[in-house]
């Protein structure tokens, strides 16, 4: 147990800078109509943690999807396995916000925002923003490759984005 606590103390120290970095250009808690396809996972991470923090749920269901599908596409497109130890790291982060009190008003946003009803409008403003454009250097960063500099690093040279985006969109987001 212990081992396992000093990882993850280890993991998200290694996000800590990224996500230093972008509280100068915070993106905050905003509405899924001001995002775009240039945030990244450790952006909407903070963002969905303001979301938490200032009661603003739906906002932060919303955000919390796109860092999933963002997050995915990112674990695909990376050729270090180690790095894609990232978004747990960033999810962790996340949960750790949300206190017991706000719990149940979190588990209800989820529910509201992801069930049968709405999830289409939900798959067309994320399919409006479209897969990611930004480089994961987040996520590079966070691999073993990058600090012992050996094996392969960066993303696959032969990534197939379109395919990949399309099956996170059917698959995670559940759209239609």
């Known amino acids: 147990m212990l081992r396992y ?3 993850v103390v280890f993991l998200i120290g290694l996000l800590s800078p990224l996500m ?13 109509d001001k995002l775009k396809s240039s945030v990244t996972p450790v952006d909407l991470a903070v963002g969905v943690m303001e979301c938490i923090k200032n009661d603003k749920y739906r906002e932060g ?3 919390y ?3 999933g599908a963002y997050g995915q596409f990112d674990t695909r497109r990376v050729i270090d396995t180690s790095a894609h130890q990232a978004i747990p790291a960033l999810k962790m982060y996340i949960s750790n916000t949300v206190t017991e009190a ?3 008003k ?3 946003a989820v529910d509201t925002v992801v069930d049968d009803k709405n999830i289409g409008k939900l ?6 923003i479209g897969m990611p454009s930004y480089y994961p250097e987040y996520m590079i960063a966070h691999g073993l490759q990058a600090f012992n500099g050996g094996g392969k690093s960066g993303v696959y040279a032969d990534f197939h984005a379109k395919e990949t985006w399309e099956g996170i969109l ?3 987001v559940r759209c239609k």
Do not use: H, N, P, S
Not at 20 to 32: E, H, Q
Not at 123 to 128: A, G, N, R, W
């Open 65 to 67: 999807m796109l860092f």
């Open 61 to 63: 269901v919303e955000m």
């Open 102 to 104: 706000k719990r149940e």
């Open 123 to 128: 798959c067309t403003k994320i399919k409006q």
């Open 5 to 7: 606590m000093i990882v």
């Open 20 to 32: 230093a970095k972008d509280t100068d250009t915070k993106l905050g808690c905003v509405g899924i």
């Open 106 to 108: 979190w588990l209800q």
């Open 170 to 172: 059917e698959g995670y």
